[in-house]
């Protein structure tokens, strides 16, 4: 098989690849606290290892495969909610939330109070203190005051402190579901956020440029369709005529 063929053939999946990630993220645009995801591909050189004598210049034989995604991690905007038990993070820091597959981290702020006075992310999952431990408030002494430094007050009385968590490489944690990331085996970094209570971090998809660079992957997907498409009748071709010609 032509070197050439392997060559769009993987830009055409690299491309689909990248469709996807970048569709994710626009279907996210209006998600609270999302991150985006941004793509990276590995080089090959099929021509390398044809052991055929191929000419191994780049322009003719680099090919692409997708390779893994890494996280945007960028500051959305902040929008002021009123609500009390919303909250959002301007900084490199992270909430932490306990889940039956294990601790995660969020940015995703909007916290409900449950049945027991436990702070809880939307689907119940209890909000860690700095101790390890759900924050448990009464839900009959009235709203809650929760500070810069993430204290968490109720009539004065101090009730715990969020269990903040920054990462020396945030990109690389582990998405677990749209808003939610494992922490595990990441090394920790000083945390440099402060909490704004009574808002919420927007998406930090850029939705103007998303939907451009949409655009573009949609052209560049079609480039490498036409140029699979011309190489693989070119092929065709050559073997029906170079058969005829031997025979």
Same mark, same amino acid.
């Given at each position: 098989?032509?070197?050439?063929?392997?060559?769009?053939?993987?830009?055409?999946?690299?491309?689909?690849?990248?469709?996807?990630?970048?569709?994710?993220?626009?279907?996210?645009?209006?998600?609270?606290?999302?991150?985006?995801?941004?793509?990276?591909?590995?080089?090959?050189?099929?021509?390398?290892?044809?052991?055929?004598?191929?000419?191994?210049?780049?322009?003719?034989? =680099?090919?692409?495969? +997708?390779?893994?995604? @890494?996280?945007?991690?960028?500051? !959305? #905007? $902040? &929008?002021?909610?009123?609500?009390?038990?919303?909250?959002?993070?301007?900084?490199?820091?992270?909430?932490?939330?306990?889940?039956?597959?294990?601790?995660?981290?969020?940015?995703?702020?909007?916290?409900?109070?449950?049945?027991?006075?436990?702070?809880?992310?939307?689907?119940?999952?209890?909000?860690?203190?700095?101790?390890?431990?759900?924050?448990?408030?009464?839900?009959?002494?009235?709203?809650?005051?929760?500070?810069?430094?993430?204290?968490?007050?109720?009539?004065?009385?101090?009730?715990?402190?969020? =269990?903040?968590?920054? +990462?020396?490489?945030? @990109?690389?944690?582990?998405?677990? !579901? #749209? $808003? &939610?990331?494992?922490?595990?085996?990441?090394?920790?970094?000083?945390?440099?956020?402060?909490?704004?209570?009574?808002?919420?971090?927007?998406?930090?998809?850029?939705?103007?440029?998303?939907?451009?660079?949409?655009?573009?992957?949609?052209?560049?997907?079609?480039?490498?369709?036409?140029?699979?498409?011309?190489?693989?009748?070119?092929?065709?071709?050559?073997?029906?005529?170079?058969?005829?010609?031997?025979?």
């Amino acid at each position: 098989m032509d070197p050439g063929y392997y060559v769009a053939a993987g830009s055409l999946k690299a491309r689909a690849f990248q469709l996807e990630v970048v569709a994710n993220n626009l279907a996210n645009a209006a998600t609270v606290g999302y991150k985006p995801d941004q793509p990276f591909f590995a080089v090959f050189n099929k021509a390398a290892g044809s052991g055929r004598k191929l000419p191994l210049s780049g322009y003719l034989n =680099d090919g692409v495969v +997708f390779g893994e995604t @890494g996280v945007i991690t960028g500051q !959305g #905007a $902040l &929008r002021a909610t009123g609500r009390p038990l919303d909250v959002a993070i301007e900084g490199n820091a992270f909430l932490s939330v306990r889940t039956p597959a294990g601790d995660r981290v969020t940015r995703d702020g909007r916290l409900q109070m449950g049945q027991d006075g436990q702070l809880q992310a939307m689907d119940g999952s209890p909000l860690l203190g700095k101790n390890g431990q759900p924050i448990t408030v009464d839900p009959k002494k009235g709203n809650v005051s929760i500070t810069a430094d993430g204290t968490v007050q109720q009539k004065d009385q101090v009730l715990g402190q969020l =269990d903040l968590k920054a +990462f020396e490489k945030p @990109g690389a944690l582990k998405r677990m !579901g #749209a $808003l &939610r990331f494992d922490p595990t085996g990441a090394a920790a970094a000083p945390v440099k956020g402060t909490v704004t209570q009574g808002h919420l971090e927007q998406s930090a998809v850029d939705t103007a440029s998303t939907m451009v660079e949409m655009i573009r992957l949609n052209r560049l997907f079609e480039l490498s369709l036409k140029v699979a498409s011309t190489l693989s009748n070119d092929l065709d071709s050559r073997s029906i005529n170079d058969v005829a010609i031997t025979r």
